[in-house]
């Protein structure tokens, strides 16, 4: 059995020698053939270099450095291309999920013949702000997703090769990982953690905000439709008061002149044009998935290892 570890580098320079110490030793007890690739993604920091001396000393580390930074889920997806193993360890470098989850994770696997085991945190870390806008976060995404998120869900998951390979062959450009995670399907089951807080999350309110943006109006249809049924309803209304003011008129000779035209105008023709543009929306959507293929990362340079994957 050959076992893959694949972590990322951003600001990782404190903790990367006791992350490969660890996570190694963890590794040598399940299996003797074993790979770890780490993931430049651009750190700014002395990163790279320490994985490269690391590297080294250690053949069984490939180092994939990004031409710039692209982001976490980014650099994630890079090092999954890359990854040959019949397991695959995903975890974050920075020590806050502790390596040693890996004999946890793979106990659970086999016992229970899972695909994947995935960590979750029982209560969000971080202040008060940031536990009321990851709540909104997911809040939002249940309402608007066509796929929910799991909640509370962490990086550290330990899959077999056939899930590694449904997942890589997702080409969606603008997405988050946990929602390929989830719609990849397999048998998965989430296994309680608890997250350590060692360092200050690099995802500012604004970056969530984003992130939860770009998941609903990438993934999800359901806004479309919503737009489509609120112009339905209001050329409907529109029609309605028209008819009404009609008979109204017929019957009883009674009118406002001037502004009931107008009024029952703008409402008509503005209900008709977001249909519309509904409708456009829906195809336009569509296409957007399609067209593009953008890759993910640019690779500079594979340090050890083969050449295969893609980046």
Request: hydrophobic content about 45%; some cysteine.
């Amino acid at each position: 059995m050959k076992l893959s570890i694949i972590a990322t580098l951003y600001r990782s320079a404190r903790d990367l020698a006791e992350f490969h110490r660890r996570a190694m030793r963890a590794a040598e007890a399940l299996t003797s053939d074993i790979e770890m690739i780490l993931v430049d993604d651009g750190s700014p920091d002395d990163s790279l270099d320490i994985a490269l001396r690391l590297q080294r000393d250690d053949p069984r580390i490939v180092v994939a450095e990004l031409a710039r930074n692209f982001g976490h889920h980014r650099a994630m997806m890079t090092g999954l291309a890359y990854a040959t193993g019949d397991l695959v360890l995903l975890i974050d470098s920075d020590l806050e999920e502790p390596p040693e989850l890996l004999a946890i994770f793979h106990e659970r696997l086999v016992a229970g013949n899972w695909d994947v085991v995935y960590g979750v945190q029982a209560d969000r870390r971080g202040g008060f702000i940031q536990r009321v806008t990851g709540e909104a976060f997911f809040k939002m995404t249940e309402l608007l997703s066509d796929h929910p998120l799991p909640r509370n869900v962490i990086t550290a998951r330990l899959m077999r090769r056939a899930y590694v390979d449904a997942l890589v062959a997702h080409r969606d450009r603008s997405f988050l990982i946990a929602h390929l995670w989830s719609i990849a399907g397999f048998r998965q089951t989430a296994m309680e953690v608890t997250k350590l807080s060692l360092s200050p999350t690099t995802y500012s309110l604004c970056r969530r905000v984003e992130m939860g943006i770009q998941h609903v109006t990438t993934t999800s249809t359901k806004i479309l439709y919503l737009i489509f049924y609120a112009g339905s309803g209001i050329s409907g209304v529109a029609l309605a008061l028209m008819l009404f003011f009609l008979i109204r008129y017929l019957r009883q000779g009674v009118g406002v002149g001037g502004w009931t035209s107008l009024f029952l105008s703008l409402w008509f023709f503005g209900g008709v044009i977001i249909q519309i543009l509904g409708i456009l929306g829906l195809y336009i959507a569509n296409i957007y998935q399609e067209v593009k293929e953008r890759p993910y990362t640019h690779l500079r340079r594979l340090h050890g290892g083969g050449q295969g994957g893609e980046g």
